[in-house]
Every structure is written in C-alpha cells, then in structure tokens.
C-alpha cells in the first residue's frame, strides 16, 4: 500500500509565498519521478512542475522564476517553494510520483487527495 500525503496549501494574498509538501510512504522500491499538479475551477487538470530521482527540473512556463521544486530522496518527499502568488494560481494541487512497490514489480503513477491553495485579497 502507498500513499501520498500532501500539506501546505491555505489562503494567502496576492505575492506571498506558499510551501507544498508531499511525502510518500508505505511499500516503495524505488521512486521516479515526482510532480505537482493542480486544477482550477472549470479548467482541466495541468503539470507545474517536475523533478526526476537525479534532481533535473522541468515547470510550466506560467510559473517558471517563482515556483521551485525540490526533494528529499531520504524521505520520499517533493517539496514545492510558491512565491509571488497570483489570483490564477489558485487551484486544487496534486502530488504525483512515480515508483516500483517491490522488486520486479511495474512502475506505477500514485496521486495524493489534493491541497487547496487560494490567493484571493
């Protein structure tokens, strides 16, 4: 069993900061890749950005110089640094991370339950 347990998100006015946590636990072998994602009211849901196990990055253009993402390869856990916060951020952000469960076993996408952000004055 795997989960993703994300925390961080809250109410913050335009241009304050924000940190998302996602921590994974349970059976994990190996873990890849591990991403935010977030999904607005009435929007589809959109990449913000990534990182691999190695540490290389990749983020949306909408957020590229404010957002960082970083990780903890000891602790499963994706980190997500949000500055310079703006009304269009404001979204539903999911974890997701990639991994093995057991040796030999498939590569699966995990999903945490979401985190609400909202920038609102």
């Known amino acids: 069993q795997v989960q993703l347990v994300e925390s961080g998100g809250g109410l913050v006015q335009p241009g304050g900061s924000l940190r998302l946590s996602c921590a994974a636990s349970?059976?994990?072998?190996?873990?890849?890749?591990m991403g935010w994602y977030r999904q607005g009211p009435g929007k589809q849901r959109e990449l913000v950005a990534a990182?691999?196990?190695?540490?290389?990055?990749n983020y949306s253009d909408s957020v590229k110089g404010r957002f960082t993402i970083s990780r903890d390869n000891a602790k499963n856990t994706v980190f997500m640094q949000m500055n310079s916060l703006k009304p269009e951020d404001t979204a539903v952000y999911y974890c997701?991370?990639?991994?093995?469960?057991?040796?030999?076993?498939?590569?699966?996408?995990?999903w945490g339950q979401g985190t609400q952000v909202t920038v609102s004055s």
């Open positions: 997701k991370a990639g991994l093995v469960a057991v040796v030999a076993g498939p590569k699966i996408d995990y």
């Open positions: 349970g059976s994990i072998f190996s873990l890849y890749t």
């Open positions: 990182i691999t196990r190695g540490g290389n990055t």
